[in-house]
């Protein structure tokens, strides 16, 4: 039987794939939630020829889909008992403002409503595996503030701002998320994983394009990005850093705007009020 029940986005390419590769290795039951199950099932195919480990599993979930995550998320409910560990790592950046199924900036609803969607949804199950939420956050958080008073892009847009802004909200909804749940037993912790050569980007354009050429030289490799949600998802004793951030297996240094309590309160109402329709429980911060 495996050790641990990892359920993780986002790992059908770059960094999700190479932390899917190391925990399979350490034998976790491994839960791969992905939008194109083509790819996923070469993933998974991939993985048990790599480890040996059969418990890998592929479920559909587009997270800018907010019907296909519930579904997801129902999916696992049916099948597990508990979940030990949750990676929300899938992400991206837009080069041009488009919107999701939803209607929502597809920044917004790729890299944190989907993923806000899915954690409440999977909650009853992180709480019975005293789980581990770890949020691929970036240094990109420094890039942005809270918008509230244009989530959605529409007065003016810049694909590295809103990407800014999504990741600066992966960074206060785990802080939100040790506060809230922290006394049942979750550990919640966002990560930097560096600058990485995967195909993150790779749909940008202009300026914006020239400027991650440019980087390239500097970057490292996916299997280096993985190392610091590998070590959030396996290190022990990681109590004392609830809702922390980290860089390189450390705790590290936030903007000053994401220690805004006021901001990240908000955020998780707001969050809680365009996901009305889709929440399972009446509310989420009930405990
Ligand atoms: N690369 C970096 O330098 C860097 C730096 C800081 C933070 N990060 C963060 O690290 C995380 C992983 O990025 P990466 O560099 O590994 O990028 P990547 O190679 O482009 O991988 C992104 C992953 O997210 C998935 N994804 C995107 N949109 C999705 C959606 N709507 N529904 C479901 N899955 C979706 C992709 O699926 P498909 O395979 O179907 O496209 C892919 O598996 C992201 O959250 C990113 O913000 C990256």
Redesign the pocket.
Known sequence: MALKTTVI?????????ETALALAAQGHALYL????IP?GERLKNQIIGKTGNKEIYVLR?????LQ?VREAADELTEKLFAINTLI??????FEERQL?KNGFE?TL???HL?HFLLTHCLMPLLQKGQARIIN?????HKWSRPRFDDLQWEQFYSAFKA?GM??LF?IYFTQSLAEKYGEKGILAFSA???????????TVKGLNKMMMLL?RPF?IT?EQ?AETIIFLATAAKLEKYNGAYFIKNKVAKTSVIATDTESRNKLWVISEKLLSRYLIWPVINAG
């Open positions: 986005t986002g790992a059908t390419s770059g960094i999700g794939q939630l992905v939008r194109n790819k979930c587009d997270l800018a889909d296909s929300n790592n899938a992400g991206g950046v999701s597809m609803a790729t890299n989907g691929v956050s970036s240094k990109a990407y999504s990741k992966n930097h994983p560096g600058l990485v050569k995967t195909g993150f980007g790779a980087a970057m996916a990005g």
